[in-house]
């Protein structure tokens, strides 16, 4: 398989001219080639089959233990003008980043094989789809590509009659740390990751094209391409409204993707239509539609059973590629909070010793198609997206953010959504237990300056009287014993019914100065171990707090200089004024 479209050609055999690969093959996408790929794998030991009584075709990875997340120091935004990366991003002149890279990409092929993936982001036949090519010298990448895109001939097809593609170029390298970039152009709809296997550095279809290269795209063409998964929630009526949601990594996004209702909700159900990215577009009537650019997930394993997330625990028991977790002597994967099984060998290869850390690695992985899902919603194929009635901002707070509260307004909502905080976690290289700003769940995806992504949100509310609803949530306060409030997971039903339900202007809630918040009979708890003590703590506005968090909230805010939006900043104004006057 070649191309007729000769802007791709040319570039390919530019690629292979500087990385000098022994072969050149073309994805086309097919199990056939899949099931080769993964043969191929086992047999050089890139990937080792498990247990395929218990689990049909799942496989292991084991990466380089230097290689284990994203890299975020070592990833760069490289625009003409440093102001346009913005200081939410690391800046390189990008004739100084294609240099430095390319000197590494020289002969980093020799004795391998370069892999073309064509591929599309969104269902292919969507208007709101977007495409890529991506180059690599890693099999590995191929196969979860496969489970994570459309990738094949149909993508191509639609390529080489649409002519623009975002272009990837990827290899491993020699894995060296210090020999480690990825970088995204996005003024030239390219990216360039070298010395990773690790899949956000690797599967440049993934966070390097669907949200940073495209958050780009979406404030020249007038969508928001976000960090949000989205899911349908049905009433026992049939009713369906649809709901995107932003947390940072491993703050609960697949578990609420996937969410089963608890038993005291018969009649209820939740249709996965992503648990990750989310592409909003306007559609003719002024309301918002989403698709998920993604064909599969990239989740992360430990704490996953059948208590906490069921549908992900049942759907990764067969035809699944698991990096990085611990096996079993009968070859079956193996990861804390399993809730089942014993450890034999560790996430390193190496007998487990309970001494040297966790037996499965805390950002170990599963990639697997989306149709493995039980809760899949077909509505992830349908071309034309699904309207959003809601979206929900998140974070992991001990303190300080009630259970739920909604936004004002519009720009009240952007102010809430650039206010995000979460402590940080496995999924970032560096310390855990941080709390850092993360507007929007973006801090580490956005492709430009932060001030302008905000007056880009912004602009959405000049456009329409028909956006949805915007809300925040915490699954994640505690007491003083560190004792989780809220009991989540299913539970959290609960609250996205108050969240519709405001949305059908069916429940009243209260205004604060932060925003409106249930009234505590507004949150059915029956059935819940749980006091109107907690239920008020949890849905409470500690003034004197909320005051210090605004100061910090201003002082980050004004970090962005004269580029931050004067609207943005009376936002925040009005409730720093509304704090003073509660106080």
């Not at 990751?193 to 780009?216: D, F, M, P, T, V």
């Not at 990750?276 to 394993?301: C, Q, S, T």
């Not at 953010?401 to 009240?412: I, Q, R, T």
């Not at 000049?462 to 956006?467: A, C, N, T």
């Amino acid at each position: 398989m070649t191309t007729t479209l000769s802007t791709l050609q040319e570039w390919v055999d530019s690629v292979a001219g500087l990385t000098k690969p022994d072969s050149i093959y073309w994805c086309d996408g097919s199990d056939t080639e899949y099931d080769r790929v993964i043969a191929e794998m086992c047999d050089s030991g890139v990937l080792k089959p498990l247990n395929q009584e218990s689990f049909p075709g799942c496989h292991l990875h084991l990466s380089d233990p230097s290689d284990v997340a994203r890299v975020e120091h070592l990833t760069f935004v490289c625009t003409t003008s440093e102001e346009d990366a913005g200081p939410n991003n690391n800046w390189m002149a990008p004739n100084a980043a294609h240099e430095k890279i390319d000197a590494l990409f020289a002969g980093a092929m020799k004795g391998r094989t370069m892999y073309v993936i064509p591929y599309c982001m969104g269902p292919i036949e969507s208007p709101y789809a977007r495409l890529g090519v991506e180059i690599t010298d890693s099999a590995y990448v191929v196969a979860n590509m496969r489970l994570m895109t459309r990738m094949g001939k149909s993508a191509l097809q639609r390529i080489e009659k649409e002519g623009t593609f975002v272009k990837g170029l990827h290899s491993t390298g020699d894995l060296d740390p210090e020999r480690r970039f990825i970088m995204h152009f996005p003024e030239e709809l390219s990216i360039k990751s070298i010395g990773s296997g690790y899949g956000g550095n690797a599967l440049l279809g993934k966070k390097c094209h669907a949200l940073r290269i495209a958050s780009y795209q979406a404030r020249s063409e007038g969508w928001l391409a976000e960090h949000m998964l989205i899911v349908g929630v049905e009433n026992p009526h049939g009713e369906v409204h649809y709901v995107a949601c932003a947390f940072p990594s491993a703050c609960g996004k697949t578990n609420l993707a996937m969410l089963i209702p608890p038993e005291s909700h018969k009649g209820w159900r939740i249709w996965t239509l992503g648990d990750d990215i989310a592409w909003l577009h306007m559609d003719e009537a002024g309301k918002l539609r989403a698709i998920n650019p993604e064909a599969g997930y990239f989740g992360v394993v430990p704490g996953t059973n059948e208590k906490t997330n069921k549908n992900a625990y049942d759907m990764i028991h067969r035809s699944t590629i698991f990096t990085n977790v611990a096996t079993t002597e009968d070859n079956e994967p193996w990861w804390e909070d399993k809730k089942s099984g014993t450890p034999a060998t560790d996430w390193r290869g190496n007998d487990y010793d309970p001494s040297s850390g966790p037996a499965a690695h805390p950002n170990s992985r599963f990639t697997v198609s989306a149709r493995n899902n039980p809760s899949y919603s077909a509505l992830a194929d349908a071309p034309e997206g699904v309207p959003i009635s809601a979206i929900v901002f998140g974070g992991r707070r001990r303190e300080l953010a009630p259970l739920v509260y909604e936004a004002k307004d519009w720009n009240h909502g952007v102010l809430v959504g650039a206010s995000v905080a979460s402590e940080t976690t496995a999924a970032n290289v560096g310390e855990v237990g941080v709390v850092r700003r993360d507007p929007m769940a973006m801090k580490p995806f956005c492709g430009y300056n932060f001030a302008d992504y905000w007056s880009h949100w912004l602009s959405f509310s000049d456009r329409s009287e028909r956006l949805p609803q915007i809300f925040h949530v915490n699954w994640f306060r505690q007491d003083e014993s560190g004792k989780f409030l809220w009991p989540g997971f299913g539970e959290n039903l609960r609250v996205i019914r108050w969240i519709i339900e405001r949305c059908e202007e069916r429940a009243h809630g209260h205004k604060t100065p932060i925003g409106y918040l249930p009234n505590p009979a507004e949150i059915d708890t029956s059935g819940l171990d749980i006091s109107f003590e907690t239920m008020k703590e949890l849905l409470s506005v500690n003034i004197e707090a909320w005051q210090k968090e605004m100061d910090s909230v201003g002082e980050y805010l004004e970090s962005y200089g004269d580029r931050l939006p004067e609207a943005l900043r009376k936002e925040h104004a009005k409730v720093v004024e509304e704090l003073r006057k509660a106080s």
